[in-house]
Nanobody, 123 residues
């Protein structure tokens, strides 16, 4: 599995911005796909954005126009830039590595998670 470490969370006011980084123990461009997820208190974890093996970004509707996702070679990370943050964006944000279809075992393919970083948006 791949080791992932998230950073960049914090407390911001509504309308503010944060940049989250998901750093990997291997070349970030060697990972098939990487997703950013979030889990708010009392709610299920949901996908926020992902970047696929063609480096194509996929953004959930609630984040479109506010969040962007990219791979960064200098930081060896997948970055989640979040603008115009709102209180509803408050959650623990975690990243996940999809190691690709050569892994037939689901846990092996999708089992690499970071510990998460807290994002809190005040009104």
């Amino acid at each position: 599995q791949v080791q992932l470490v998230e950073s960049g969370g914090g407390l911001v006011q509504a309308g503010g911005s944060l940049r989250l980084a998901c750093r990997a123990s291997v070349d970030i461009f060697s990972i098939y796909a990487v997703g950013w997820y979030r889990q708010a208190p009392g709610k299920e974890r949901i996908l926020v954005a992902a970047i696929d093996n063609h480096n194509t970004p996929h953004i959930r509707d609630f984040a479109k126009g506010r969040f962007t996702i990219s791979r960064d070679s200098a930081e060896n990370a997948v970055l989640l830039n979040m603008n115009n943050l709102q209180p509803d964006d408050t959650a623990v944000y975690s990243c996940n590595a999809d190691l690709g279809p050569s892994y037939t075992d689901y846990d092996a393919r999708f089992g690499s998670w970071g510990r998460g970083t807290q994002v809190t948006v005040s009104s």
